[in-house]
């Protein structure tokens, strides 16, 4: 007989829930068809588990990289001993900037810049060390399978998070500009300010804006597109630059260094945010991803094969019961569902 | 073995805070080749381990500065001790070992002839959210907020052997050398405890 106790204080549970181990998915999905009585118990574990965070606090902006430059030049002192050769220098400032990728050189630069202008907005915070130190705070925002989140930012822009998708910002930003990086899909609308231009960095591109609203998406099989709703942005790569107007939406795929720059319909791209499920001609498998994304449960097909659907539909602020009652109707589909996993027979 | 690892970006921008890509199968791939000397093996611990060290070190003691520089020592230390190191099968498990005691010195050190009370630490604070778009809750808003307040009551060892376990998934057998108990029952008993406190309310 197990208890919620029992659960949380069994590493092996632990790992199965925070999907740290994959092999341990069996075990447990075969327990919990053995034991009926006790999901109760399971579920309450297993949503303390998801439920609980810890507060991370992040190493300041650029404090890694400054360290291992110093711990690095550590070596370099010791080369500078008389019997071994000067040229060991130069070795070990390649082998630096090697090991940490290409990119990292135009990132220090701006860090240094980033960090002189925090300086003396920091000052004041640490009234107990006499020489200012540089104590950015980065935060992380993540949203998982199932959820959505809504932020404000300390200027004031505020953001929308859809599921599956992370964020990290500084909890202020600089004088001189805001930076937010972003994998998964966001919709901003950023508070004017001229004189701090916004930019979100996503995979290969940048998008700078001056105030205005507008969505972003990275979760297309690595693709990112980037769709304006008002105001102007710019959007650069290092390949080339382009300013979107209004409903215009740029689809940037780095595998092949294609840019599109096609119109879009604003409810279609922003329905997410209204809590709308969208389906546009979707096929059977656009729509198991888009029901996996927005329920964070786990789909398994039966009888898939030869199945072709083109199914359109909208949902708005329903649960998956209902969305699947409708669905199955229309689809002619049977399905179960328990707890998390469903199971859907053609 | 790979030697540098140059990434392959051809569109210049880059998250500069991405560890380099792993390029071992697994810990002790990795730990072996950094000791038999090999640079691009030191870099890819650094990268992969120096946040997770910050955040721990900030539960610890915050301050940001010590906890810096006790991490720079601490790499410092093992590059230069390399070919003495011994093997493991978990750096992250090694480094937090290694860091704790480094950090309790410094922090020991300093509380002795300094005021300790301008670093207040976090003290392994965590919190439970409620989610509102979970389908089939058992637990309600008013649970929730119960609860985070028996977290808060938790003694801070409870609150440290919860983080090494939900947050960290240390076993308990790293648990009892990390946390100094004697064995890995009385581990066992004491997260056992820490959660029986919480569970009383449910």
């Known amino acids: ?346 | 073995m790979p030697a540098k690892k140059v990434t392959s970006n051809p569109y210049g921008i880059e998250d500069f805070r991405l560890p380099v890509t792993p390029t071992f199968s697994n810990d002790s791939e990795a730990w072996d080749a950094f000791r038999q000397g090999n640079e691009s093996a030191f870099i890819f611990i650094y990268q992969s381990y120096f946040d997770v060290l910050y955040v721990y070190g900030f539960s610890i003691v915050s301050d940001s500065n010590l906890i810096k520089d006790t991490l720079q020592d601490l790499f410092i230390d093992l590059r230069e001790r390399r070919q003495y190191l011994g093997s493991t099968d978990s750096i992250k498990f090694y480094l937090f070992k290694c860091f704790k005691r480094r950090l309790y010195k410094e922090v020991s050190k300093r509380s002795a002839f300094k005021d300790s009370l301008d670093s207040i630490p976090a003290d392994f604070q965590f919190i439970l959210s409620y989610e509102a778009q979970l389908i089939d809750r058992q637990i309600d808003a008013d649970k929730i907020s119960q609860l985070n307040d028996a977290i808060v009551k938790l003694s801070r060892r409870q609150r440290e052997i919860i983080y090494y376990s939900f947050f960290e998934g240390f076993n308990y057998v790293q648990i009892q050398e990390i946390m100094e108990l004697e064995n890995h029952q009385s581990a066992r008993n004491l997260m056992y405890k820490a959660i029986k406190e919480l569970r009383k309310l449910l």
């Open chain 1, 1 to 346: 007989m197990k208890n919620v106790e029992d659960f949380l204080t069994n590493p092996e549970f632990i790992r199965w829930v925070n999907h740290t181990d994959k092999e341990l998915g069996d075990y447990w999905e075969n327990w919990r068809i053995a034991n009926p009585e006790q999901l109760k118990a399971m579920k309450i574990a297993k949503e303390i588990l998801q439920g609980s965070s810890f507060e991370r606090v992040m190493p300041p902006l650029g404090m890694k990289e400054e360290v291992l430059e110093s711990i690095l030049r550590m070596k370099n002192l010791a080369a500078d001993k008389p019997n071994i050769e000067p040229q060991m220098n130069l070795t070990w400032a390649e082998l630096f900037w090697n090991g940490i990728g290409q990119m990292s050189r135009v990132a220090a630069i701006l860090i240094v810049s980033f960090g002189i202008a925090l300086l003396f907005n920091l000052s004041k915070i640490n009234k107990i060390e006499k020489v200012p130190i540089v104590s950015e705070v980065t935060i992380r925002k993540t949203t998982a399978a199932g959820e959505k989140m809504q932020l404000t930012l300390s200027d004031g822009t505020k953001v929308w998070l859809n599921s599956s998708t992370q964020v990290e910002f500084p909890e202020e930003f600089g004088k001189d500009q805001r930076i937010i990086t972003l994998t998964g899909e966001a919709y901003f609308e950023v508070e004017n300010d001229s004189l701090r231009p916004f930019t979100v960095r996503t995979e290969g591109l940048l998008t700078t804006v001056l105030g205005t609203s507008f969505n972003i998406n990275t979760n297309q099989s690595g693709r990112t597109q980037v769709a304006l709703v008002s105001g102007k942005v710019v959007v650069t790569s290092s390949l080339k630059t382009f300013t979107l107007s209004p409903k215009e939406l740029i689809d940037f795929d780095p595998i092949n260094a294609v840019f599109n720059v096609v119109n879009f319909e604003i409810p279609e791209i922003l329905a997410w945010k209204e809590g709308v499920l969208r389906f546009n001609n979707a096929s059977l498998r656009e729509v198991v991803t888009a029901l996996e994304e927005w329920y964070g449960v786990e789909i398994s097909l039966e009888n898939e094969k030869g199945v072709k659907w083109q199914f359109s539909g909208e949902y708005k602020k329903q649960t998956l019961e209902d969305v699947l009652i409708s669905m199955s109707y229309v689809q002619k589909f049977t399905y179960q569902l328990n707890d998390k996993s469903l199971t859907i027979r053609l």
